[in-house]
């Protein structure tokens, strides 16, 4: 089976100026998750969507990022306007149903450079 | 809360010899604790998982790792390091309800000298 797929590969932009990434789940995965991955870091969740709906977004800084999977299948993050430290690697991944044991498969990642 | 530990953000072994990675877990409840394996430029690929069957997990690759509750570890070995297993290697822990997004250590870098 297909596995997540994400775009672009590479962003470069400058501070203040918008950006958005794609991501296309695993076929029939209910759940999608966005992670944050700094230089360094391990991965920081940024939201969760089951289906449609926000699970988690506990730690999204809603002032300038924002996420959306309006038909419970791809979905969008959009960060606006980027600063400095939003350099980092964007993670999507998704499982199948919402269960804790459950694998979740990573897409290959979005490496955004704010300049 | 839980939170993961990741002693040693840099370890390198010889080809042949063993690898372990560490890794000790904070948690109220006991959890369910993965490993998972990033190559460069591409993301993550899960090792194995605990799930709170048996103690011994065997992952792909020739890796395993043991969960040690009297310990709260859960570290990553494979008895003899080949050179396709320099990567980063995450420990990660997850809740067993509700969002159970997973929360991940800060890594270890493996480097296998020839």
């Known amino acids: 089976e297909a596995g997540v797929a994400q775009s672009p590969r590479y962003k470069i932009i400058e501070k203040r100026q918008s950006v958005a990434f794609w991501c296309n789940p695993i076929?029939?995965?209910?759940?999608l998750y966005w992670y944050q991955q700094i230089l360094g870091q391990g991965p920081k969740l940024l939201i969760q969507?089951?289906?449609?709906?926000?699970?988690?977004d506990s730690q999204l800084p809603k002032d300038r990022f924002s996420a959306e999977r309006l038909k419970g299948v791809d979905s969008t993050l959009k960060i606006q306007p980027a600063k400095l430290e939003d350099s980092a690697v964007y993670l999507c991944?998704?499982?199948?149903?919402?269960?804790?044991?459950?694998?979740?498969?990573f897409g290959p990642g979005t490496r955004l450079t704010v300049l | 809360a839980q939170s993961v530990t990741q002693l040693g953000s840099h370890v390198s072994v010889s080809e042949g010899a063993l690898v372990l990675l560490r890794c000790n877990y904070s948690s109220s409840v006991p959890p369910y604790l993965f490993w998972y394996v990033q190559y460069p430029n591409q993301g993550l690929q899960l090792l194995l998982k605990y799930t709170s069957a048996a103690t011994l997990v065997k992952g792909i690759n020739g890796f395993e790792a043991e969960f040690k509750k009297s310990e709260t570890s859960f570290h990553l070995t494979k008895p003899s390091a080949h050179m396709s297993d320099a990567a980063e290697y995450f420990c990660a822990v997850s809740r067993l309800t509700g969002a159970n997004n997973l929360f991940f250590g800060t890594g270890t870098r493996l480097t296998v000298i020839p």
């Open positions: 076929s029939g995965h209910a759940t």
């Open positions: 991944a998704s499982i199948p149903t919402s269960g804790g044991a459950d694998t979740q498969y």
């Open positions: 969507f089951q289906n449609n709906g926000v699970v988690d």
